[in-house]
């Protein structure tokens, strides 16, 4: 990500967080700073499908192909806007909206480990070689609620179904659970041992 590192509200990886839209404002100004300091940094946004309904993506996706800026746009369909199913307010395929704007685009299945590295390597090296955008339409579902209080705010209203959230926990749909099998039947048992004794290590100290 670009920006210098004193910049408001990013940590030290050069990750900036927002809530709503104004990432993808703020992720199109760390683009171009990082154009005009040559430093071959590449800014990534994600943003929901809920937000690809808003003018601001228009702006930025126009912009930053006319200035060619490092930058790659990732949406994350996850087929919920905040508590509406994203059919009742979406019309149309999100990814066309970019395609629009003669951007490489890649729509891919979000909970695939390697299809998600596949597209985002390929963005990211055509964004570091002056290529200008691209755009990732990653297909998921959200399994934790919209926010942390979800169930306070909605205080015992429901606008979907336990099954379906039990569904996609399952290991042929979990992210984590597809990777681990992908790993272990390439015989990588001992590397995954190994990232999954990092990671309790990592979550002990946190
Ligand atoms: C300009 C603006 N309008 C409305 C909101 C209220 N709001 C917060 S999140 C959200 C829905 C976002 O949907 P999505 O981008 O799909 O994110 P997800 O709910 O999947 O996390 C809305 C409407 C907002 N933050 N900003
Ligand atoms: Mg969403």
């Not at 228009?58 to 994203?86: A, D, G, I, Q, Y």
Request: charge should be negative; charged fraction near 25%.
């Amino acid at each position: 990500m670009a920006a210098r590192d004193d910049r408001a509200g990013q940590d030290r990886a050069g990750r900036i967080r927002t809530a709503g839209n104004e990432a993808l404002a703020i992720a199109a100004g760390a683009a171009f700073g990082t154009k005009l300091d040559g430093d071959g940094k590449v800014a990534a946004c994600f943003f929901g499908d809920g937000a690809s309904n808003q003018g601001v993506l228009m702006e930025r996706l126009n912009l930053s192909t006319l200035w060619e800026l490092p930058l790659v746009f990732v949406c994350e369909n996850n087929t919920f806007s905040e508590f509406t199913p994203s059919r009742e307010v979406t019309a149309g395929r999100i990814a066309d909206r970019a395609r629009a704007f003669g951007m490489p685009i890649a729509e891919v299945d979000g909970n695939d480990v390697a299809a998600v590295w596949q597209a985002a390597a390929g963005a990211v090296a055509r964004a570091r070689s002056g290529g200008g955008p691209s755009f990732i339409e990653a297909h998921t579902y959200r399994i934790q609620g919209h926010c942390e209080a979800e169930a306070f705010v909605l205080s015992g209203g429901r606008y979907r179904e336990d099954a379906e959230i039990a569904a996609w926990k399952q290991e042929d749909k979990d992210p984590v659970l597809r990777c681990r099998a992908t790993l272990l039947a390439s015989g990588a048992a001992d590397m995954l041992q190994a990232i999954e004794a990092r990671v309790l290590v990592q979550v002990d100290d946190a």
